[in-house]
């Protein structure tokens, strides 16, 4: 069983569309997570959710637009893309808000054209 | 704020050569320290950690000492595998505030050749 699953796993798309990416996890955990990983291997956090609320919001264009439907799931949406949003994005989950380990997807490449 | 600093990449090494990767960190407050390893087109995952001073984390022959007089949470394996090659993130854990969060270093590129 996938503890972390994201999907899809690669994105390919035009300027200017309009894409979601959906993460599930199946451990239990409080605390979800999207992450950005550059080219250079750069890991920044974008935004964390804890029991369905926002408690991390990074500086991130409001073009991203995180939802969580209920406690396993935290879908990412991004509006208007552009070519440096090309990135591979990583869910993750951890127990609770304070618990240092995370549970990570395996990421889905997005390339922007 | 809090930061983490660690050995620029990529390190290429031999197989069973001993491994060393530095990190060193800055933080306000008590973090906890870990390292994940992220094999190729894979997601990061745990390998060790410590969340006190003097504590030493370890796992698949890895292991790293919380230094707190340092800062400090260097990564060490006495003998590399071909299975090793992958990226290694330092990390630290701690409260900022308002919110708990994960800060990562840059990431250090590992290559074991046979």
């Known amino acids: 069983d996938t503890a972390v699953s994201q999907t899809p796993k690669y994105l390919v798309t035009q300027m200017g569309n309009d894409k979601s990416i959906k993460c599930e996890q199946n451990l239990g955990h409080d605390t979800m997570y999207w992450y950005k990983q550059d080219s250079k291997k750069f890991l920044k956090i974008m935004f964390s959710?804890?029991?369905?609320?926002?408690?991390i919001n990074e500086t991130v264009p409001n073009r991203f637009s995180p939802k969580s439907p209920d406690k396993a799931h935290l879908n990412l949406h991004i509006n208007s893309l552009e070519l440096g949003d090309s990135a591979v994005y990583f869910c993750a989950s951890s127990q609770s808000e304070g618990a240092g380990e995370q549970f990570f997807g395996p990421g889905t490449r997005l390339t922007v054209l | 704020g809090n930061s983490v600093t660690q050995m620029e990449g990529p390190v290429t090494l031999s197989e069973e050569a001993f491994l060393t990767i530095n990190c060193t960190y800055t933080a306000t407050g008590y973090p906890s320290l870990f390292w994940y390893v992220q094999y190729p087109g894979e997601g990061l995952q745990l390998l060790l950690k410590?969340?006190?001073?003097?504590d030493k984390g370890s796992n698949k022959g890895f292991e790293a000492t919380y230094r707190k007089e340092t800062t400090s949470f260097h990564l060490e394996k006495g003998s590399v595998q071909v299975s090793d090659s992958a990226v290694y993130f330092c990390?630290?854990?701690?409260?900022?505030?308002?919110?708990?969060?994960?800060?990562f270093g840059k990431g250090t590129l590992l290559t074991v050749n046979p």
């Open positions: 990390a630290l854990s701690d409260y900022g505030g308002s919110n708990y969060k994960l800060t």
């Open positions: 959710y804890n029991n369905k609320e926002l408690i």
């Open positions: 410590a969340t006190k001073a003097d």
